[in-house]
């Protein structure tokens, strides 16, 4: 197939969706956004500005962060992530965030993008779809590893708790909600270390393009 090559993987939370998007842009030479740290820095803007997540006008304000709040390792918390998939279900903040995303993605070299709704809104004419998953509760240890390495302690179960109910939000919110693309292979990596998941989602790219 001709044309720049699009790469959209979507998938629950700490599935390893990032990792193998990111190992796929360096793969293929190819810019890579992670799109939930958008909704992370809108999630914290409301924190920090003392605001309600669940009010559309606190959300809305908190979409005007500046770039650099893109590399503050704050985003990364639960706390952020929790405020993250609140804002998400306001289809003002999707909006608002819509037309940088698609920018990203129709750039002439091609890219890759990770989040919930790449595959279904953000590029639903991309060159490969992935969804990525994994079982909840290895999808928790992951992440409960990842957040101690941060220095962010929290127990196991806590962890998994909060992304099963970011899960639930996520999948069933009405604007843009969690749900595979139709044409999107499905990567299930509770039994693949990153190796072999990255392995099998090049395969996957391969054969689409
Ligand atoms: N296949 C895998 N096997 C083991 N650990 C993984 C795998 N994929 C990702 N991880 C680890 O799990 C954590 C969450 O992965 P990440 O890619 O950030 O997920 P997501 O982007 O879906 O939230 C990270 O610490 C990452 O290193
Ligand atoms: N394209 C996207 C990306 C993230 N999000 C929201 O942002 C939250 C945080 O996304 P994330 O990708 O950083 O979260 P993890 O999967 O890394 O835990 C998600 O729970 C979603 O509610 C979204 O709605 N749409």
């Known amino acids: ?50 605001g309600d997540p669940s009010q559309a006008a ?13 590399a503050d390792p704050g985003l990364k918390s639960e706390a952020a992530g929790r405020a993250a998939s609140i804002v998400s279900a ?13 920018a990203f993605a129709a750039q002439p070299g091609g890219a890759v993008l990770d989040g919930r709704d790449i595959g279904t809104v953000i590029a639903p004419a991309a060159t490969a779809k992935l969804f ?10 992951r992440r409960f590893e990842e957040l101690a390495r941060l220095g962010l302690h929290v ?28 044409d999107a292979v499905l990567l299930d990596t509770s039994a693949m270390g990153v190796d072999a998941a990255v392995k099998a989602a090049i395969a996957i790219v391969e054969a689409r393009r």
């Open 132 to 141: 990525v998953t994994a079982a909840s509760d290895v999808r928790a240890r």
């Open 155 to 182: 127990t196991e179960d806590h962890v998994l708790a909060d992304i099963l109910a970011r899960d639930e939000r996520d999948s069933g919110r009405a604007a843009a909600p969690l749900v595979r693309a139709e």
């Open 1 to 50: 197939m001709s044309g720049p090559l699009v790469i959209a993987v979507d998938g629950p939370a700490a599935s390893g969706k990032g990792t193998i998007a990111r190992a796929l842009a360096r793969h293929y030479g190819l810019p890579h956004l992670d799109t939930g740290l958008l909704y992370r820095a809108v999630g914290i803007g409301v924190l920090r500005a003392g």
């Open 90 to 102: 306001h289809p003002a903040v999707r909006a608002a965030l819509l037309a940088r995303q698609r």
């Open 58 to 70: 606190d959300a809305l304000r908190a979409c005007d962060f500046s770039e650099g709040v893109m």
